[in-house]
């Protein structure tokens, strides 16, 4: 790894700027003032990637795959990415996103059910990309409704991953109405990864990576655990606890899951990204979801014909309440018109929208893949430990996976930028992490 100083051979300057800082002072202890202006290491791995599909991927995977050499693709897609049949159309389609000239190697993992069987996990390891299997509780994240209702109805499939070297990635929160949203990842730990890691019901040599952790208690557990247990850490939990979500008004866009913690939290997780502890690494969950308006026009815009489609959409609902299909309410609603087509698509378009981030139940996700190693390089930055990057973006999860580290290299360099408000996204646009705001650092070669 080569930081470059103030002074030294730096290949950019850092320009003066009287805009905001980037990180909101009141929530994070601003300590070391920057003595860096360049960073070189070892091309960086995202070990939790979210890229959904259809058209969608052609505008998020190039984030990635110009700055990362891999990443690990999540699965919940709609329908799930359940066998390797699935995950092999899913690479096929992912690899048709990546930009002319680019390398990106995107390692697959299947979505467990609760009918996933050992025969399910020796194709998935013969397959030779497919390297982990999800774990997600039923109902505890998005398109998670055919996730795992009980973890005793995994044993064999689990099993089966330890003995085929099969990762487990686990989205540590139980669903239990009981349990507050803030607690569910602490008694998850408790109930469920517990047992799973030391009990009586461990699964011996099954390496397992607690995902996107949020508690200080998850990074105790993470800690005490044997060596075949990491964890991922994204940039939101580190650069921001509730707060930033919650005061003065909710912020959608910082909505995800597991929620954002308060500060004590915050601080032990970022302290544990920081750490230069091998078993904490880069995942960002860069997570996109639709903002929720006509192709991109906000609802200020008098193109946006949300007035519109919504007051369709209501019609809809009532009508299919009443046992009529959508489809037979459709045709009946436009087969006369000559604008069926375009009408259908738009009330189709709004009736699918629940599934957007501005809206009355908004989703959700963080989309941060547009800047991803620039969040953590700001973070890192300001707590004084630029020299602990490295490691955690780029070599302990490839050790961790068994699988070599990368061999070029990305030069992060300190350059204020700001974030655009959205980007496209399929139909929609999402709006980014840090949207608006001044962002300290980016890759080089790297256009906004
Ligand atoms: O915030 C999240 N978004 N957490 C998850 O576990 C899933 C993800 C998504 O797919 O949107
Ligand atoms: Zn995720």
Redesign the pocket.
Known sequence: MTILPRGGAARFSRRASSRAPVLRPALHRVHAAATTESLTITTPDDWHL?VRDSEKIADVVPFTARVFARALI?P?LNPPVRTVADARQYRDQILSAVPEGVSFAPQMTLYLTDNTSPADIVDAAKSGFVVGCKLYPAGA???SDLGVTDIAKIYPALRAMAEHGLVLEV?GEVTHASVDMFDREKVFLEEVLGGLVAGKSAVPGLKIVMEHITTAEAVAFCEDAPATVAATITPQHVLYNRNAMLVGGIRPHLY??PILKREKHRAAVALAAMSGNPKFFLGT?S?P?PRGTCWGFPKSDSRCLQPLCACLSAILVTLTSTGNSYKYITRRMFAHTSYERGLTRLTLFFYTSQGAKESACG????FSAHAALPFYASAFEKEGKLDKLQGFASHYGADFYGVPRNAGTVTLVKKNWTVPQTYAFGNDVVVPFFAGEIVEWQVEGQSI
Do not use: R, W
């Open positions: 979210h999540m919940n994240t998005t398109n989205h995800c899951l969950d997570a979801h989703c959700a996700g963080v």
